[in-house]
């Protein structure tokens, strides 16, 4: 945890509003995302597109592509991660060995992939409603919530921010 300055108002992370990702062909990108994945643009230029994630996104940027550096990578989080990994392998995407789910992209993009019902990332009712998701926790991701006051059934308090 950062260390508190009295000297300051700094502002508190309230989530990830998206990932920029570059690519050597924005299309090509598309058609290997959507090989894997459902989803819809938000979004299109000629050198990017945006996928939607709901009150997120990724935009796919085309760019100058780097090698993989073996811990940079970001997280998608899924309903159905059993589906991801053969759906990845079939397009063309390179397997990381580790404990989670993790492929690189033909750009060198490291994806990791967890399940909606094993994290503690959570979707506000009203958006899950909008995506058309009918989710839950599993108890383990539950109980980890519930440890942060963060459950659904946990009393809602207001935090005070040090001016």
């Given amino acids: 945890m950062a260390e508190q300055d009295s000297n300051k108002t700094r502002a508190r992370l309230v989530g990830l509003n998206h990932v920029a990702l570059e690519v050597g062909d924005v299309e090509a990108a598309l058609a290997f995302y959507g090989r894997i994945f459902d989803f819809k643009l938000r979004g299109r230029s000629e050198t990017a597109a945006f996928i939607d994630i709901g009150d997120q996104f990724i935009a796919l940027m085309q760019g100058s592509v780097h090698a993989p550096v073996s811990q940079r990578h970001f997280g998608l989080v899924v309903d159905n991660r059993a589906a ?47 995506m058309q998701l009918d989710l839950t926790k ?26």
């Fill in 84 to 130: 991801v990994k053969a759906l990845a392998v079939a397009a063309g995407a390179q397997l990381v060995d580790g404990p989670f789910l993790d492929f690189l992209d033909p750009w060198g993009n490291r994806v990791e992939v967890v399940e909606y019902a094993n994290v503690q990332f959570t979707k506000a009712p009203a958006v899950l409603s909008a």
């Fill in 138 to 163: 599993n108890d383990s991701a539950k109980r980890e919530l519930a440890a942060k006051g963060m459950s659904p059934a946990a009393p809602q308090t207001q935090v005070a921010t040090p001016i």
